[in-house]
Every structure is written in structure tokens, then in C-alpha cells.
Nanobody
Framework: QVQLVESGGGLVQAGGSLRLSCAAS????????MGWFRQASGKEREFVAA????????NYADSVKGRFTISRDNVKNTVYLQMNSLKPEDTAVYYC????????????????????WGQGTQVTVSS
């Protein structure tokens, strides 16, 4: 069972940047699709970004496209979320999620695709 540990959250001003990291255990990391989700206080969990095992395909929510970049380092077993031009509405707990190998079908933006979740890291963007 994969274990995920997020880090890098914190308090930033609007317009600032932050990089989240998700360190994963397991020797099958490179074959797993990975995703980032977030949940604001009182809101439903929503998809942010996803990346396939090789990094060849990335998906982004419309709300973050052009501002956030997901990437991965399969040697370090780590997935990243670079967040630029942050807005107050980006404030949420951000969760890293690990899935199986992506076969090319199904939706990477669906949380039911993933079978491992981190504990989350708080991101707060002040205005």
C-alpha cells in the first residue's frame, strides 16, 4: 500500500507562489498516475491536477490552468505542484492522491480513480 506525505503548504499573499511536494513510498511509483485535490472549508473536494506515470500527460482544472504545474521525479518518488499567481480562492487543504497505472480510459479528475491519499497540507492565500 502506497503511503503519501505532503509538504510545502503555508501562508502566502495573493500573487505569490508555493510549491507542494508529495513523497511516496513503494517501488511502483513510476507506474502510478498521481493527482492533487483540494478541499476548502465547507466545500466539496475538487480536482486540481493529475499526471501519468511517465509524466507524458497532465490534466488541470480550469480554475488553475496556466497558474499551476504538476510534475514528478520518479527517481525521488515525489510529485510536485508548483502554484503561481495564487488567489484567495486557492485557499484549501491540498491532498496528494495515488492511483493505479493509467490505462488511457477513465477520468483522472475523478477521486474514485485513486486508491491512496495523503493527510493533506494547508494552503492559505491572503488578500
Amino acid at each position: 500500500q502506497v503511503q503519501l506525505v505532503e509538504s510545502g503548504g503555508g501562508l502566502v499573499q495573493a500573487g505569490g507562489s508555493l510549491r507542494l511536494s508529495c513523497a511516496a513510498s513503494g517501488r511502483t511509483f513510476s507506474s502510478r498516475a498521481m493527482g492533487w485535490f483540494r478541499q476548502a472549508s465547507g466545500k466539496e473536494r475538487e480536482f486540481v491536477a493529475a499526471i501519468t506515470g511517465s509524466g507524458g500527460t497532465t490534466n488541470y482544472a480550469d480554475s488553475v490552468k496556466g497558474r499551476f504545474t504538476i510534475s514528478r521525479d520518479n527517481v525521488k518518488n515525489t510529485v510536485y505542484l508548483q502554484m503561481n499567481s495564487l488567489k484567495p480562492e486557492d485557499t484549501a487543504v491540498y491532498y496528494c492522491a495515488a492511483g493505479p497505472r493509467y490505462s488511457g480510459s477513465g477520468s483522472l479528475n475523478n477521486p474514485s480513480f485513486y486508491n491512496g491519499w495523503g493527510q493533506g497540507t494547508q494552503v492559505t492565500v491572503s488578500s
